[in-house]
């Protein structure tokens, strides 16, 4: 098995790193890498790939982004590379605007006769905390804390995510939250980081061990 990260370059508000995605998606590979495929078979951990669909957040500086098309042609002609050499990809996935692109992607490998499939990062299950607010600032107190900077961090936007969407879709992060965060970072603790650390990765590898990709979207259940 092949493990990709798959990540972002975006804004995170002004206590978190650009690369925060990309960072979670890398350490979630690699401790799904090192426990091995579904049979506990080898598994090869990739560099990650920093770059993702951001358009979300083009408003703020930080933000390097190419794109749904442009990501799942990526994917598609990475995973057909790596199927030359191993029997199964695995996308490890760290932003929730990679979904679209993911789910074209990994369904026509599928459709082509290639094992892959992907999973999501599962960070928080709160609807008012979805980007650089306290689950990831956690995560990132447990896994980076010397990139955090907690003398930054501020509320921002924490209307659940169902409420904001509209005015997400039409006018970006930008137009719901002036600091880019959605949630309250001021909260988070190294503590919580590791409680909700363990939790991603029990998410993680049962999805692995089951090996389920959804017929339609190549996920793994
Ligand atoms: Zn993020």
New binding site residues.
Partial sequence: MAVLPLGATEQ?GPHLPVE??TLLATATARAVAAAGGPAGDHATLLPALGFGASGEHQTFPGTVSMGTDALAGAVLELGRSVSTWADRLLVVNG?GGNVDALRRAVSRLRYEGRDAAWLPCRTSEDPTDT??GHA?TSLMLHLHPGLVRMDRAARGCTRPLGEILPALRAGGVAAVSASGVLGDPTTATEADGRRLWELLLADARGRVTRWQPGEADGMLR
């Fill in positions: 995170h925060t995605d932003h980007h650089a990831e």
